[in-house]
């Protein structure tokens, strides 16, 4: 299965998407299914699902690259399940050809991400004058002692998405496929036939998330960047995903 799903939804455009349900600060879940499974709840979702649709296409590519100290920070915050903790990127989206800087903090129970532009044609670099806004980030999310002079790139992701939204316009639904990572120093990892779906709402679980659930679905401990990087550094602590690696990775 690739994130062109054989089901057909009403269109929604970028614009109209993004007023109705940016969704910066929400709660997110994530499934990790293999392709059958993943078409058979894509054939399950309910009517009047909405996506994202630009120039007639219906899945795009997004290219990422996170960065991280040379302690590996934000990989160990999450492995560790921190509450606190940070993700920082820049992400390329090729529907658009616009690239962003994002920092992701966990506050509250939610996941709150926030962005500037950036320069599309630096996607492995940060400027100086974007730490101040790293910095700023980080000290909103009470994530402490992380200098933004201290990140750098260390791992490439990229994969397909389609974007859903659910017919009240509380959620958003992605579907990820053709995942591959590639980490500076230490070669490059596939999981073929895995399907990442995530749902993303502001609050409790989503009628999505229960559709998913009576299907024998349930939330998996999985992160593009840190399951990806556990993949790939085996030297690194990876117990938070043991079972997914073993189940998609092997």
């Known amino acids: 299965m690739t994130a062109t799903m054989e089901r057909s939804f009403t269109p929604i455009q970028l614009a109209e998407l993004n007023e109705t349900a940016s969704l910066m600060c929400r709660v997110d879940r ?25 120039d007639a296409q219906q899945d795009f590519r997004y290219l990422s ?42 506050e509250g129970g939610q996941t709150v991400k926030r962005r500037v532009p950036h320069d599309p044609r630096s996607l492995l670099s940060m400027h100086p004058n974007q730490h101040r806004f790293v910095h700023d980030c980080l000290a909103r999310g009470r994530v402490s002692g992380i200098s933004p002079a201290w990140l750098l790139p260390v791992l490439q992701t990229s994969y397909r998405r389609c974007t859903l939204l659910s017919p009240d316009a509380t959620a958003r639904v992605t579907m990820d496929s053709n995942l591959q990572w590639y980490a500076m120093d230490a070669g490059r990892v596939n999981a ?17 998330d229960r559709l998913l659930w ?19 550094c085996p030297d690194l602590p990876a117990n938070r995903w043991h079972r997914t690696l073993h189940t998609h990775f092997a």
């Not at 915050?77 to 992701?104: I, N, W």
């Not at 036939?193 to 609050?203: D, F, M, N, R, Y």
């Not at 009576?214 to 790939?232: D, F």
């Open 30 to 54: 994530k499934y990790a299914l293999g392709s059958t499974h993943a078409q058979a709840v894509v054939d399950a979702l309910p009517d009047h699902m909405r996506i994202l649709t630009i």
């Open 65 to 106: 690259t996170y960065f991280d100290t040379p302690a590996w920070d934000a990989y160990l915050q999450a492995a560790q399940g921190r509450p606190h903790r940070f993700k920082v990127r820049v992400r390329h989206y090729d529907a658009t050809s616009e690239a962003f800087l994002e920092v992701k903090t966990n």
């Open 192 to 208: 073929e036939g895995l399907v990442i779906i995530e749902t993303k709402s502001a609050g409790p679980a989503h009628e999505i």
């Open 214 to 232: 009576s299907m024998g679905h349930r939330p998996t401990r999985i992160s593009k960047y840190a399951t990806g990087l556990a993949a790939l």
